[in-house]
């Protein structure tokens, strides 16, 4: 089922995406590959109208095949935001059984793959508050489809790609809940 979002909110959605990436993702150094593509413009943002797990499914096939035939100097990657559906983060945990499976389908597994963000978004063995969970922390239900080559390029120019990892927890242990807060960046429950 796909409701219609206001075109107001729809804009406020993407926009709050964006700070999102531009103030955490690249201000942060969250994701080192992230800014040349914002910089370059090659990042499609998709506000979704499904309000259901099965439209939703819908839209992925319809934007992972897009993602494959698009040239990746004009779209190298998309973030399909989904406010109206899958809420809940183990919702969102148990969807990605399926959007994995729906790569499969398409065809498309080692070519395309679907990284996933929310606001509510818990490593296994974290506490909910732990600030370490924030580095998946999204404004929005958020799905990211990524180009299995320009990961694969992108990692060829690191050394030890899991340093990515280690250096984000250190930068949000610095950071807090208070300093993320401080970026204007919203943490659940506020």
Not at 78 to 88: A, F, G, M, R, Y
Request: hydrophobic share 45%; net charge negative; charged share 25%.
């Amino acid at each position: 089922m796909m409701t219609e979002l206001d075109p107001t909110r729809a804009e406020t959605i993407q926009r709050e995406t964006q700070d999102w990436l531009e103030k955490a993702v690249i201000g942060l150094n969250l994701c080192p590959f992230a800014k040349s593509v914002h910089i370059n413009q090659r990042l499609r943002y998709v506000v979704s109208n499904a309000a259901t797990p099965e439209a939703l499914l819908q839209q992925l096939a319809h934007e992972l095949l897009g993602l494959m035939r698009a040239d990746p100097d004009v779209i190298e990657t998309t973030l399909v935001i989904h406010p109206l559906v899958l809420e809940d983060f183990l919702d969102l945990n148990d969807f990605l059984g399926a959007a994995d499976a729906l790569v499969e389908d398409l065809e498309l597994d080692g070519i395309l793959q679907i990284a996933s963000f929310h606001p509510d978004y818990q490593f296994a063995g974290t506490a909910p508050e732990d600030i370490s969970n924030y580095s998946n922390r999204s404004p929005y239900p958020t799905l990211h489809l990524l180009r299995e080559s320009s990961i694969a390029r992108a990692t060829e120019t690191m050394a030890d790609t899991d340093a990515i990892y280690e250096a984000n927890l250190l930068t949000l242990e610095k950071l807090g809940l208070d300093g993320w807060r401080a970026l204007g960046l919203k943490a659940r429950g506020d």
